[in-house]
């Protein structure tokens, strides 16, 4: 029952804030406008988001890969901020997106590491992929 209430608040909390962050793209007029950097960089809090939700969908079906997705997430939720604060680049998820995010990110990380939920362990493998997958999904909506 519990695994099935945080599932289901992080797709809560994902569909709010991909909702917000989706209506506050600005999608050009011209057609050149799409090839630049500033509209694809638009987009990256909406794929953090679209992380939570796979990642919550497969905590609530108790899908194997749960543990990754959550770590995925984790990683990716984290290391937005982190590179913010050191200057790495500015994040465009707003203060309130990436609060929600960084606690959500927290017991993502805690789920996936502890197999709280009896899904199977995270190998050190799969960490470390999810910890690069995350990263690239950082670098690639801030410096594509």
Not at 27 to 54: N, R, T
Not at 102 to 118: C, D
Request: proline share 4%; with cysteine; aromatic share 18%.
């Amino acid at each position: 029952m519990t695994r099935r209430i945080i599932s289901t608040i992080f797709i809560l909390i994902a569909i709010v804030l991909g909702v917000i962050f989706y209506t506050r793209i600005n999608f050009p007029i011209g057609l050149e406008d799409y090839f630049k950097k500033e509209f694809y960089s638009q987009f990256g809090p909406l794929a953090i988001c679209i992380e939570l939700i796979i990642a919550g969908y497969y905590l609530f079906i108790k899908h194997p890969k749960s543990n990754f997705t959550l770590a995925l997430f984790g990683f990716t939720a984290l290391l937005d901020p982190i590179f913010n604060t050191i200057g790495l680049f500015t994040s465009s998820v707003p203060t309130y997106g990436m609060v929600l995010f960084v606690i959500s990110a927290l017991i993502a990380l805690w789920l996936s590491f502890s197999n709280t939920f009896k899904m199977g362990r995270i190998s050190p493998i799969g960490v470390i992929i999810s910890f690069i997958l995350g990263l690239a999904v950082e670098l690639f909506f801030n410096y594509l």
